[in-house]
């Protein structure tokens, strides 16, 4: 029987937070030392290979997202984006650029960075890939490669008004501290679900403080990301 969907996770009660997991240290998250980890790749164990049930009956399909990383003077920022409020499908949840593999793209890296310059107008000339994060399979049935990449700090973008609401950066020092990350319960009629949530509490574009309800597929990706340094 397929899943229903979470129509409200912020009301899913919180079960833990991981405190007692190590933060990843600070000369981790450098782009020289990202660089090095994903040349030689240590050993390392996969904590979410998807979200472990479908809410869809159809085939898999191949997808990709760019995990993009600022490089601001003082820190690695990663740019998210939230996505407009009228889509069918994920509608005001923060999310990766990125989407469906198209039969024109090459590589799983070729998808994510037209996807990226599609809704945000990122240009690939300002972004270096790093390597890919284990496929991580979504309860919609999508198989989507993560491609982690540095972004020169001089960008300028331009939003695709349809798709995306905004663009926005949290440090990513933020994301890789497990304090910052909590699990939730989702109990329904013939089974539960678990799920990560990583909120963060930023600036809009008019600088309005609010917070950015990062969770579901986008917060288990990082928790992989987080995962990988850690090894």
Do not use: K
């Amino acid at each position: 029987m397929p899943r229903p969907p979470i129509l409200d996770p912020r009301a899913v009660p919180v079960t833990g937070i991981d405190v007692d997991l190590p933060s990843i240290a600070a000369d981790r998250l450098t782009p020289d030392a990202l660089r090095a980890r994903f040349a030689a790749p240590p050993p390392w164990v996969l904590e979410f290979p998807g979200d472990g049930g479908l809410m869809t009956s159809r085939a898999p399909a191949s997808a990709a997202v760019l995990i993009p990383l600022v490089m601001r003077e003082d820190s690695l920022n990663l740019l998210l984006t939230r996505r407009a409020d009228h889509l069918r499908d994920h509608a005001g949840q923060i999310s990766f650029p990125g989407g469906r593999v198209e039969p024109e793209d090459v590589s799983a890296e070729a998808t994510a960075l037209r996807e990226t310059e599609e809704e945000i107008g990122l240009s690939r000339t300002q972004i270096n890939l790093l390597g890919r994060l284990p496929i991580y399979t979504t309860v919609t049935a999508f198989q989507v490669t993560p491609i982690v990449a540095l972004v020169q700090p001089d960008i300028a973008l331009r939003l695709d008004a349809f798709e995306v609401a905004e663009a926005f950066e949290v440090p990513l020092r933020f994301l890789m501290n497990p304090a910052h990350h909590r699990r939730h319960h989702f109990n329904y009629q013939g089974g539960e679900r678990q799920f990560l949530s990583m909120p963060w509490q930023g600036s809009d574009g008019l600088g309005v403080s609010r917070e950015y309800f990062i969770w579901g597929a986008t917060a288990a990706m990082l928790r992989n990301f987080y995962r990988f340094l850690a090894a």
